[in-house]
Nanobody, 123 residues
Framework: QVQLVESGGGLVQPGGSLRLSCIISGFTPDYYAIGWFRQAPGKEREGISCISRSDGRTYYTDSVKGRFTISRDNAKNTVYLQMNDLKPEDTNNYYC????????????????WGQGTLVTVSE
C-alpha cells in the first residue's frame, strides 16, 4: 500500500515562505503525477500544483502562479512545494496525492493521499 507523508506546514506571517515536503513510500504502483491540493473545512479539495513524475512538467492554478514552485526528487520519492509571498487566503490544510495525470490537477484523477499538513498565514 502506498503511503504519503506531508510535512513542513506551520504558522507564517504574510509575505513569508514555507516549503512543504511529501515523501512517498510503500508499494508504489505506476502513477504519473504527484499533486498538491488544499482543502478548507466544508469545501472540496482544490488542486493547486501538480507535476509529471516522468518529465517534470508542471501545472499551477492561477492563484499561486509566480509564488509557488513544485519540484520532485525521484531518487528520494519526494515532492516539494516551495511557497513564497504567502497570503492569509493561503491558510489551509495541504495534501499531496498521486494520480494519473498532472494536467489541470483534476481531483478525480488522484487516488492516494497523505494525512495533510496545516499552513496558517497570519500576523
Amino acid at each position: 500500500q502506498v503511503q504519503l507523508v506531508e510535512s513542513g506546514g506551520g504558522l507564517v506571517q504574510p509575505g513569508g515562505s514555507l516549503r512543504l515536503s511529501c515523501i512517498i513510500s510503500g508499494f508504489t504502483p505506476d502513477y504519473y503525477a504527484i499533486g498538491w491540493f488544499r482543502q478548507a473545512p466544508g469545501k472540496e479539495r482544490e488542486g493547486i500544483s501538480c507535476i509529471s513524475r516522468s518529465d517534470g512538467r508542471t501545472y499551477y492554478t492561477d492563484s499561486v502562479k509566480g509564488r509557488f514552485t513544485i519540484s520532485r526528487d525521484n531518487a528520494k520519492n519526494t515532492v516539494y512545494l516551495q511557497m513564497n509571498d504567502l497570503k492569509p487566503e493561503d491558510t489551509n490544510n495541504y495534501y499531496c496525492g498521486t494520480g494519473a495525470t498532472f494536467r489541470l490537477c483534476v481531483l478525480r484523477q488522484f487516488e492516494d493521499w497523505g494525512q495533510g499538513t496545516l499552513v496558517t498565514v497570519s500576523e
